[in-house]
């Protein structure tokens, strides 16, 4: 980590962090001042993005299906499949809470993330203290692409948008298997939001 200077914010991600046991313990103990970024977005929509990036690299790996159960017939969930186990926010959120109190965690939605992009990053400018520079001005909302786009790249006059593995078209899930996903996220969804104090707005 580089030494931050005065009016300076040293920041740091890796998507993994929020999942890993020990990271709240060595975060904790290198800074208990560290502010917290976690973007979520509906478990079920996660996991099945998360197949989409696991398939385009590794396009032989077993259907999206397959993996999700232990037992398809009782429709018993595998949660040891890392798709399914990274959804299960309130678990994860349990462990850091144990080392940072809430105050310190912000959640941003990732769905908010697409279709409000300034008003989240808003939250985020707040959260870390900041003037509000980045406003609606900055953003356009690209067609083709179909998701925001910055107006101009930081040094650059051209718009900027994120590359082609951001939005991948996902594949169509049979809706039984969408169906017992969200039926197991449920109760954990709700506890989260409970946890937070804040509604996502995901389909439970
Ligand atoms: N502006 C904009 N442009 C493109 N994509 C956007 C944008 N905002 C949010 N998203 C969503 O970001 C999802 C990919 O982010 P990841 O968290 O998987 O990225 S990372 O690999 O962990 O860095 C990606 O998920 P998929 O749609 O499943 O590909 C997008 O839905």
Redesign the pocket.
């Known amino acids: 980590m580089p030494k931050t200077l005065e009016g300076q914010i040293t920041m740091e991600?890796t998507?993994s962090y929020f999942v890993t046991r020990e990271a709240p313990a060595r975060i904790a103990a290198m800074s208990r001042k560290t502010k917290l970024i976690v973007?979520v977005?509906d478990p079920v929509?996660r996991a099945?993005?998360?197949y989409?990036?696991t398939l385009s690299k590794k396009p032989d790996i077993p259907s999206f299906e397959s993996l999700t159960f232990k037992n398809r017939t009782t429709g018993l969930i595998d949660t040891s499949w890392s798709a399914v186990q990274i959804g299960i926010y309130a678990k994860h959120l349990d462990n850091w809470l144990q080392h940072f109190p809430m105050e310190q965690l912000l959640f941003v939605s990732?769905e908010r993330?697409?279709s409000d992009?300034a008003g989240e990053l808003g939250r985020v400018q707040d959260f870390l203290g900041l003037k509000r520079i980045i406003t609606d001005k900055h953003f356009y909302f690209n067609q083709t692409?179909g998701?925001?786009?910055l107006k101009k790249a930081e040094g650059s006059s051209k718009p900027h948008?994120?590359g082609k593995?951001?939005?991948?078209t996902?594949p169509n899930i049979h809706p039984e298997v969408v169906r017992r996903l969200r039926d197991f996220y449920r109760p954990f969804n709700l506890k989260f939001y409970q946890m937070t104090g804040h509604h996502f707005g995901w389909q439970l």
């Open positions: 991600k998507p973007v977005r929509t099945i993005s998360d989409t990036q990732g993330l697409i992009p692409k998701f925001p786009c948008c994120l593995t951001k939005g991948r996902h």
